[in-house]
């Protein structure tokens, strides 16, 4: 497992008891989001480029 950073080193910073249990869990969902616009090879999306995705929802 990696270290705290500095920032939670001595534990006194870290807001828990504004954290739900339930919600303190080691492997957190991570969303990613962008308005980039895809770049696509063979059908699948290989990453996003400079340019800002006209589709919006």
Same mark, same amino acid.
């Given at each position: 497992?990696?270290? @705290? ?23 957190? @969902? !991570?969303?990613?989001?962008?308005? /980039?616009? @895809?770049? /696509?090879?063979?059908?699948? !999306? ?5 340019? /800002?995705?006209?589709? /919006?929802?």
């Amino acid at each position: 497992m990696a270290k @705290p950073p500095n920032l939670y080193l001595d534990g006194k910073n870290y807001p828990d008891t504004l954290v739900r249990l339930e919600l303190q869990v080691v492997s957190p @969902p !991570i969303f990613y989001i962008t308005d /980039r616009e @895809p770049e /696509r090879e063979d059908g699948r !999306i290989t990453g996003y480029g400079t340019d /800002r995705n006209s589709c /919006r929802t």
